[in-house]
């Protein structure tokens, strides 16, 4: 499965998602992102049903790059904390990188890109496989 197929299985995609962290095997070509979901919905009845979270992990198999721009040293990048992502299909976005991403090796192999709004900049992930795990129930986050 694509990431592009598996965000639209999501109710709100990757957006306003939290990355508590992630992990990367180059032997076997793989990374996991273990993350929370905003799976609410607007249109719920109850704060809950509108702004419930749930964590999973990402796992991403056939990884061609995982690449990450440095922080915008304007923001408070080195605050701890889990970092707040928006993120989509490469081809649709506009990549503000200066770093130039390699072309893609496999026919099957897609390209995304995690805004991660903390930092003012993005990573970039091109693998051929994704998957996702639930880690918990859903609940409400501690703002």
């Known amino acids: 499965m694509t990431l592009f197929e598996l965000e639209h299985s999501l109710p709100n995609g990757f957006h306003d998602a939290h990355i508590h962290n992630f992990s990367i095997d180059y ?4 990374a996991t992102i273990t993350l929370d979901v905003l799976v609410g919905v607007p249109e719920g009845k109850t704060e809950f049903e509108r702004a419930a979270y749930r ?3 990402l796992k ?4 061609e790059y995982f690449v990450i721009d440095p922080p915008d040293s304007s923001y408070q990048y080195a605050k701890p904390g889990t970092l707040w992502i928006d993120a ?3 081809g649709s976005a ?4 200066k770093i130039k991403l390699p072309s893609l ?11 991660v709004q903390d930092w003012n900049s993005s990573f970039y992930i091109a693998a051929t ?3 996702l795990e639930w880690l918990s129930e859903p609940f ?4």
Not at 94 to 97: F, G, K, Q, V
């Open 27 to 30: 032997v076997k070509r793989e």
């Open 55 to 57: 964590k999973c992990l």
């Open 60 to 63: 991403l198999s056939g990884l």
């Open 88 to 90: 989509g299909p490469l």
């Open 94 to 97: 506009e990549l503000t990188s």
């Open 105 to 115: 090796q496999s026919k099957n192999a897609f390209a995304y890109l995690f805004f």
């Open 129 to 131: 496989d994704s998957s």
């Open 140 to 143: 409400m986050p501690n703002d």
